[in-house]
């Protein structure tokens, strides 16, 4: 069974950082792209972050470039997003996801929420 769990997420003020970390279990990580969205209140489920499978390029939504980072850990089977320079715009529930072909698995999420 796969499974995807996220962590790291809290408050933090703006200008801030947090580090949110999503583990794989249940998968051969490294077939997956692996990839973060997020969903604020009343919006919807939005592109943040992607790492394909065979590495190489990271790919950001243009909201996050230049204060995000986007790394995985083959060793671990763990996924993280740097966060810095965080902004009330960024408060939402972060998801990690994983996917190879039709298939794809999503995490429970982890809540983030940044105060001004």
């Known amino acids: 069974q796969v499974h995807l769990v996220e962590s790291g997420g809290g408050l933090v003020q703006a200008g801030g950082s947090l580090t949110l970390s999503c583990a794989a279990s249940?998968?051969?990580?490294?077939?997956?792209?692996m990839c973060w969205f997020r969903q604020a209140p009343g919006k919807e489920r939005e592109f943040v972050a992607a790492?394909?499978?065979?590495?190489?390029?990271?790919y950001y939504a243009d909201s996050v470039k230049g204060r995000f980072t986007f790394s995985r850990d083959g060793a671990k089977n763990t996924v993280y997003l740097q966060m810095n320079s965080l902004k009330p715009d960024d408060t939402a529930v972060y998801y990690c996801?994983?996917?190879?072909?039709?298939?794809?698995?999503w995490g429970q999420g982890t809540q983030v929420t940044v105060a001004s």
């Open positions: 996801y994983a996917g190879i072909s039709s298939t794809n698995y």
């Open positions: 249940g998968l051969t990580f490294s077939s997956y792209d």
């Open positions: 790492i394909p499978w065979a590495g190489g390029n990271t």
